[in-house]
């Protein structure tokens, strides 16, 4: 292997802060790419909780951790598109249950994004609010980085592998 | 073996992460790995997605010699080689950390030299 094959792209890592408040908290975002794995982090702060997104997109997967308030990791959900009909199934792979946060979570940001989705989530269960707002942060972000695409039509497709 | 390698120092985020690209036999193979409050992630990929997904943890024991709990919560539950891999990689976190682990496995081959190759850049690049 040669040696001098260092294209490293070290410029790729840098830390932006958006001054684009909305109002209810700041956004501190940061983002690392290498190669296939893009990984995006991100806190949004709202009046009562502190959200923490972290983003890790594959060629053919997404996984997202959702932190509320804390750095745990949670209960793991995957999602995927299944026979018949490639409908979504969601299914809880450590702890949680299908009344937990995460679950719908998941299942909705396949149907959004048409990849399977492997979702951490440690948002509280009997918290409406928060999760849906939780979801709302993650889907616009997503949409920000191009990985949900929308139509014209308002109808949402895939983005095809970059 | 040529190693391309971001690290999030965290300041503000609180889960530090290491993202490393390397080759391993001939296979473009990307490593991410996690610290949560209460966990390792360690993710292995050369297809693309996390495929086989395995959780390890130490168990609580009285006696002197440690025990370890390691399964497969998610993919291929017929290769040992797999949870052979997530059993050497919770000994090595056990030695600092009582954290459990979720390792996730994309391996285009699951040889053993492979699956060593994979343990000494995890072991290399670890947050434990």
């Known amino acids: ?162 | 073996m040529e190693i391309i390698s971001n690290s999030c120092p965290s300041t503000h985020f609180p889960v530090a992460h290491k993202a490393i690209s390397l080759d391993i036999k001939g296979n473009k193979t990307d490593i991410v790995i996690c610290k949560y409050d209460d966990n390792f992630l360690v993710m292995v990929t050369q297809i693309g997605c996390m495929g086989s997904i395995l959780r390890a943890r130490k168990e609580e024991s009285v006696s002197v010699d440690p025990t370890f709990n390691v399964s497969v919560v998610f993919g291929k539950r017929d290769e040992p080689y797999l949870l052979a891999c997530a059993r050497q990689l919770i000994e090595n976190i056990s030695c600092g950390s009582s954290r459990p682990l979720v390792l996730s496995l994309g391996l285009k081959d699951h040889s053993p030299g492979t699956l060593k190759d994979v343990i000494s850049a995890v072991i290399d690049n670890r947050l434990w």
Request: charged content about 20%; aromatic content about 4%.
């Open chain 1, 1 to 162: 292997m040669a040696s001098g094959e260092l294209n490293l792209d070290f410029s790729a890592q840098h830390i932006s802060t958006d001054a684009h408040c909305n109002g209810k908290g700041k956004i501190l975002e940061d983002q690392a790419i290498d190669s296939d794995v893009q990984i995006t982090c991100f806190t949004e702060d709202l009046h009562d909780v502190t959200l923490h997104f972290q983003i890790i997109k594959l060629a053919k997967q997404i996984y997202v951790w959702i932190g509320c308030n804390t750095a745990r990791f949670g209960h793991l959900y995957a999602a995927a598109a299944t026979r018949p009909n490639n409908a979504v199934s969601v299914t809880s792979l450590i702890g949680g249950s299908s009344d937990n946060a995460g679950s719908s979570i998941a299942r909705r940001l396949g149907l959004k994004t048409g990849l399977s989705i492997v979702l951490a989530c440690n948002i509280p269960k009997d918290s409406p609010m928060v999760e849906a707002t939780a979801e709302r942060k993650l889907v616009e972000k997503l949409r920000n980085l191009g990985y949900i695409k929308a139509t014209p039509e308002g109808m949402r497709v895939t983005l095809a592998e970059s």
